[in-house]
């Protein structure tokens, strides 16, 4: 028996990098997968490369109330349940000192990163706790348990899911719904790069060598083992995990 045989999952940013290698694999151990983002046309290319009648898609902007409604309705009229929610969308945002920070930048990443969090749990919860549990993973980050310099609204925004997993929760409580964040390390994706472009415009090399000297496994991860953490939480394996903290790090939260 496959550890998601016959469970549905919703993948909030699944066009690429942890979203898609997650999505590969909840496949591969049996789910039903919908992939949700903002570029239909990307999100199209990415159930392609899952390559199975298990993977769907739809479009959705994580920070509107609205379309996430639709996007758990949407899951749930296709497969008739929701099983496992994994919260994974985000954006970096640019890369300024807190004083140069723009406004408007800070605002959207926490409309992305924070709010579409909370949206989903909003409206994933009752649909899970009417059907007596699940699982919602969220995409913190290594930012989410330590301050970086240049990144205050991605810092602030993966430091707030973890409050909004605590408190979701207590009011979870014995429904059965089970809540965790993962907080990975730099992992080898399209945000890391622009990152490393941002902190240092032409340099990006540089930024790499640098962050990879404050993990002591000697490097970035992969987000294929994101997504293995994320399996885990979101099998019948991880039952009695519930307000956790999991970190994908190369122990760089322990420095």
Known sequence: MKRLDNKIALITGGAGGIGLATAKL???????????????KA?????????????????????????VRHMVATAVQRHGRLDVVFANA?????????????????????????????????????????QGGGSIVITSSIAGLKGFAGLSAYVASKHGVV??????????????????????????????RSIEEGAAPGAAAAVKAQFETMIPAGRYGLSEEVARTALFLASDESVFCTGGRYSVDGGMSAG
């Open 26 to 40: 909840f496949v591969a151990e049996g789910a039903k997968v919908v992939l949700a983002d903002l570029d239909e």
């Open 43 to 67: 999100l199209k290319a990415a159930v392609a490369e899952v390559g199975s009648d298990a993977a769907s898609h739809v479009a959705c902007d994580v920070s509107q109330e609205d379309q």
């Open 90 to 130: 985000g954006t970096e945002g640019t890369i300024k000192p807190l004083v140069d920070y723009p406004v408007e930048a800070f605002d959207r990443v926490l409309a992305v990163n924070l709010r579409g969090v909370f949206l989903s749990l909003k409206h994933a919860m009752p649909v899970m706790q009417k």
């Open 163 to 192: 409050g909004l997993m605590r408190s979701a929760v207590l009011e979870a409580g014995n429904s059965g719904v089970r809540i965790n964040t993962i907080h990975p390390s730099p992992i080898e994706t399209r945000m890391m």
